[in-house]
């Protein structure tokens, strides 16, 4: 295999986003991520602020109200719309590059007739609790009690599921959908960035 | 980590069986398939025979019918209750003699309380068929066109699902039942036991 493109889904908590940078350093290749966003404001008509606020988020006025009709007329594009169709080149433009490694954007989906690997990335419910209210504590110093972190995480990864869907004929976070599906409860992010490598080796 | 036990789930034509009988021969530790089935007609009151043709099916007659009834009182054990224990049993004491690895029967559900390692094998039904197509060329010199393989395979997979869903509280192939599910599209039999062995160095 010349290129080595890695499109990694992520249950939020998990340390995919994590597993993602270590795994691209190992490999020394490039890791698309927030550098995705950056490149991406450059290009288009969006700020990077707005673009970092939206990412992977479904416009609520493209979604079918209660009477089955949207807010936006077919005919017109939606912010959400228009960054995903900017953001699908882009990674589309990156991946011919060369060999590299992208977080999230529906890059499974987007990349779909390229020669690419799709790993996603799980844990266990207590433990993502855990591992972002250690990250809260260590990066702003902040305590999110249990129940309250229970709530965001399952919020995000709403988002995350709403957005994979909405834009591609793929279940998120179903094991048909991608090729290695990896719990980090017991072998960490270290571990998983391991058995990525091996699974990349037998290719 | 003193003991590796390991349990594989696997969807049918998967690969999963061989991948199996590879990673056991590769950790040089006892492979349990057809071998717990012999060990238990020892220890039971069921011929290898019998054991054999029902095994991983659950009793017809211990699922509800229309009426939300079973054709078997609640007080009375059906055939497949009374394997599942006996085999239940056989497999916590053959956990307990040190590593191995089991594949089906329910092993990742019977050993949660141990310290044990569960995998899922899976792969798309287009593979699956063709596999299953020149498995039975090679070994009977049947053929079996694609639409008979395709129902003969989904039949299977559904036995599967219904006799595990009916004896744990877990979604039969669903990624939360296991740490680590790996598609054999790409990387094959071995490549999956190259991963596996990689999963359980970073233990």
Chains 1, 2 share one sequence.
């Not at 939020?12 to 490039?30: D, R, T």
């Not at 976070?173 to 090729?179: I, L, P």
Request: with cysteine; glycine share 6%; proline share 1%.
């Amino acid at each position: 295999m010349n290129n080595t493109i890695i499109t990694i889904g992520r249950e939020y908590g998990s340390g995919g986003h994590e597993v993602g940078i270590k795994l691209a350093k190992k490999l020394n290749i490039p890791f698309y991520d927030k550098a995705l966003t950056e490149l991406l404001s450059e290009k288009s008509e969006f700020a990077q602020e707005f673009l970092e606020k939206n990412e992977e988020k479904v416009d609520i006025l493209n979604l079918p109200i209660i009477t089955g009709q949207t807010l936006i007329p077919d005919y017109q594009q939606s912010f959400s719309d228009k960054i995903f169709i900017d953001q699908s080149n882009l990674i589309k433009t990156l991946a011919q590059k060369g060999s590299c490694v992208f977080v999230g954007r529906c890059a499974d989906y987007v990349l779909k007739d390229y020669n690419v690997i799709n790993i996603f990335i799980y844990a266990s419910l207590d433990s993502r609790i855990a591992r972002k209210q250690k990250l809260l504590k260590e990066n702003e110093g902040k305590d999110l009690e249990y129940s309250q972190m229970n709530k965001h995480i399952i919020k995000i990864d709403k988002m995350r599921k709403s957005y994979y869907e909405y834009y591609t004929d793929k279940k998120w976070g179903n094991k048909n959908s991608y090729d290695l599906c990896i719990s980090t409860d017991k072998i960490g992010i270290s571990g998983a960035v391991e058995t990525i490598s091996s699974f990349i080796s037998s290719l």
